[in-house]
């Protein structure tokens, strides 16, 4: 069954430092997305990348965040510049349409 | 704001009984409702999609929608401790071309063996 790849799974940074996160959705989605959970809240909306370009970004989404789709498989999230507040879990996924969207496993981000 | 709203829990039910989770949404263009089991540490599960008004069974999972009193809920039939989850109740519209999803915060689930 297709599924969507996180990389890493636990990445330790130290405040300040860029992170780079890793997805790879499912190859005949079109819509891309990345959310994030604090531990012990809720899953919040990051962004969301169609056709290439983003359509939609939250207020968390500032300029410390950037999205990419480098190689037309691979979806990043760049974070510049983190800070303590940027721990958590960061969730891609990938949907084909308005049916339901696949998560990936996550990833663990710990800033130090 | 759209919000997504869940009773908190936690809610705890014996082995075999009927677990009832609720969910009511603020935005009347919501269009898709979906219900996410999510074990700690782990990402989120599709368990039901519900599109229009009604019941929607799958096995012992029954998704219940009410459009007009902006109301979602879900029904877990005979309850197994491996139920035992975070249950994210999860609202999207169609909003262009976006179909984000906005979240509750989770309904806790525990089931006594």
């Known amino acids: 069954e297709p599924e969507v790849t996180q990389t890493p799974s636990h990445q330790v940074t130290q405040m300040g430092q860029e992170v780079i996160l890793r997805c790879v959705p499912i190859?005949?989605?079109?819509?891309f997305y990345w959310y994030r959970q604090i531990l012990g809240q809720k899953v919040e909306f990051l962004v969301s990348?169609?056709?290439?370009?983003?359509?939609?970004k939250s207020e968390i989404f500032d300029d410390q965040f950037s999205v990419e789709r480098p190689d037309g498989s691979n979806f990043t999230l760049k974070i510049r510049s983190t800070k303590l507040e940027d721990s958590a879990m960061y969730f891609c996924?990938?949907?084909?349409?308005?049916?339901?969207?696949?998560f990936g496993q996550g990833t663990r981000l710990t800033v130090v | 704001q759209k919000e997504v709203e869940q009773n908190s829990g936690p809610l705890s039910v014996p082995e075999g009984a009927i677990a009832s989770l609720n969910c009511t949404y603020s935005?009347?263009?919501?269009?898709?409702f979906f219900w996410y089991r999510q074990y700690s540490g782990k990402s989120p599960e599709l368990i039901m999609s519900?599109?229009?008004?009604g019941d929607k069974e799958d096995g012992r999972f029954t998704a219940q929608l009410n459009k007009a009193s902006q109301y979602v809920s879900l029904l877990i039939r005979d309850s197994q401790p491996s139920d035992s989850a975070t249950y994210l109740c999860?609202?999207?519209?169609?909003?262009?071309?976006?179909?984000?999803?906005?979240f509750g915060k989770g309904t806790l689930l525990t089931v006594n063996p």
């Open positions: 999860a609202v999207s519209s169609s909003g262009g071309s976006n179909y984000k999803l906005t």
């Open positions: 190859s005949n989605h079109l819509y």
């Open positions: 935005d009347r263009v919501s269009q898709s």
């Open positions: 990348f169609y056709n290439n370009e983003i359509s939609e």
């Open positions: 996924a990938s949907r084909e349409g308005v049916r339901q969207a696949f």
């Open positions: 519900i599109y229009s008004n």
